[in-house]
């Protein structure tokens, strides 16, 4: 599990994060990146980023598809054979 998750200063629907619901909404991303945060209940756990196809290493940034529709976000958490997938679906409005 994860017990943060923080997507910049961005809202995210439903909030506050919770651990156990494995999928959120950004309907309108406010910046041009963000940074991504994800703090994992075990510290030996393996975080893993990516988004449009490429990996966001944790704690780094993400620029956001500027066209009208939603975007996942992917976090993967790893301990051992346990996985968990958070996803968080980003717009940000066209230019």
């Known amino acids: 599990d994860l017990i943060a998750l923080a997507v910049g200063s961005e809202t ?8 156990d619901k494995l999928t959120y909404t950004i309907a309108t991303a406010t910046q041009e990146s963000d940074k ?3 703090t994992p209940a075990q510290a030996t756990a393996e975080v893993a980023i990516s988004y449009n196809g490429k990996n966001v290493r944790n704690g780094g940034s993400v ?7 939603a975007h996942p976000l992917i976090i993967t958490v790893k301990k051992g054979n346990a996985v968990k997938v958070y996803t968080v679906n980003v717009t940000k409005a066209s230019k």
């Open 12 to 19: 995210m629907t439903p909030s506050p994060f919770n651990p």
């Open 36 to 38: 991504i945060e994800a």
């Open 63 to 69: 620029t956001w598809l500027a066209d009208n529709t």
